[in-house]
């Protein structure tokens, strides 16, 4: 009586585990190129655009009016949105202990340059600051202050970087790495056989002359 192990019983349900975790890391990884590289190019974009509007008043009795950009109002979140986009292109490039870390570093750029936007909707200081140049006095502060929405679109890309940072932490040991189809395995490599050049073509001989072979030895 001949017995079946365990073993050789086919396992449908692992056999189709393993294409759907294939497609679940595909997807994510899709999902976190795109909201990584739009939520960068937001927040950049953001950075540059009058997020705060107010005047300075002026000897005479007038009044300067004042804007502030993102960037002159808190640089952090397009320093952070430049360092996630550049952790986002290094988790491709690392594996294991070395990919959750970069991963690590783009979820809290991602974090923070949400969180530094936020902080920067009421920030004055850089029309304060004008002011006080404005009217030559230091003390001087902006009035009439006024906020756009673009501090709001800077929260929105920094968090798509937090979630760009987010699937590279859960999904990111499932995704390929650059350039892992031509990395050796360290096992060696079997020589491709050569044969004899033909007497009947001279092209074949002058080819086994530069090798520095012996046309006239048979192999």
């Not at 655009?49 to 993102?70: C, E, F, K, Y």
């Not at 594996?95 to 991602?110: F, Q």
């Not at 009217?135 to 673009?150: C, R, V």
């Amino acid at each position: 009586m001949e017995y079946v192990s365990a073993a050789s019983v086919p396992q449908p349900r692992a056999e189709a585990a393993a294409p759907s975790a294939r497609g679940g890391g595909r997807s994510s990884l899709a999902v976190a190129l795109l909201a990584g590289a739009v939520g960068a190019a937001v927040v950049l974009l953001a950075s540059g655009q009058v997020w705060t509007r107010g005047n300075a008043s002026v000897v005479g009795g007038g009044a300067l009016p004042l804007d502030a950009t993102g960037g002159a109002t808190t640089g952090v979140p397009s320093a952070l949105a430049i360092v996630g986009l550049a952790a986002l292109v290094a988790v491709f490039a690392v594996r294991g202990a070395g990919r959750i870390i970069v991963s690590a570093l783009l979820t809290l750029s991602g974090a923070g340059a949400a969180a530094t936007a936020w902080l920067g909707i009421g920030d004055s200081a850089a029309l304060d600051e004008k002011a006080a140049k404005a009217s030559g006095d230091a003390a001087a502060t902006a009035g009439a202050l006024t906020h756009t929405g673009w501090p709001y679109v800077a929260i929105v890309g920094g968090a798509l970087l937090l979630l760009a940072g987010l699937l590279a932490l859960r999904f990111g040991a499932a995704w390929p790495a650059m350039g892992g189809r031509y990395e050796r395995d360290g096992t060696p490599r079997p020589r491709k056989a050569r044969t004899a050049p033909d007497p009947e073509r001279p092209e074949e001989l002058w080819k086994a002359l530069d090798r520095g072979e012996d046309p006239t030895r048979e192999s």
